[in-house]
């Protein structure tokens, strides 16, 4: 769960308190559970609700795996990065991939709101489409549908990368 907050507001103290806020709200709300699903859908439903409600009346930009712009100290960015290392690769590798992280970010938080959820759900999180139905509350054709169109809007962003 606080992974997925995690990547939404690309903040580890705003994601905990999010995360805190989530289960707070989940434990006050256990008498709603319905037995018949996941409780990790339940309350990972919980979680992205909650925090898709933060955002909206925050109306934060999305930020940069590079770091956040909130960030006042050169601790802080480093703190708000995400640093993805491969053993396999050589610097000139490692540059290249952090770019193309960075554009693929980028490309991700540029979509649509729905789109960039049911991405992160699928691609990050590696949820079925049936469990991302449960989750954003969605019928199963709907997800197919927001998956489909954000793919292509990504592939429509990013063809200049491929050669």
């Known amino acids: 769960m606080f992974s997925l907050i995690y990547r939404m507001v690309r903040d580890r103290t705003l994601a905990e308190d999010l995360a805190q806020e989530a289960f707070i709200r989940a434990f006050n709300a256990i008498g709603t559970y319905k037995t018949s699903y996941k409780f990790s859908n339940w309350i990972f439903k919980i979680a992205n609700n909650h925090t898709i409600d933060y955002l909206r009346k925050r109306k934060l930009d999305t930020i940069s795996i590079h770091g956040s712009p909130l960030a006042r100290t050169a601790d802080e960015v480093s703190q708000s990065q995400l640093v993805i290392v491969s053993k396999d690769e050589n610097p000139q590798e490692f540059v290249e991939n952090r770019e193309l992280g960075g554009q693929i970010e980028k490309a991700i938080g540029e979509l649509r709101e729905e789109y960039r959820t049911v991405i992160q759900l699928r691609h990050v999180e590696g949820y079925a489409y049936d469990e991302i139905a449960d989750i954003?509350?969605?019928?199963?054709?709907?997800?197919?549908?927001?998956?489909?169109?954000?793919?292509?809007e990504l592939k429509k962003r990013l063809s200049h990368l491929v050669s």
């Open 136 to 152: 954003m509350e969605l019928p199963l054709g709907t997800v197919k549908t927001y998956l489909h169109r954000a793919r292509s």
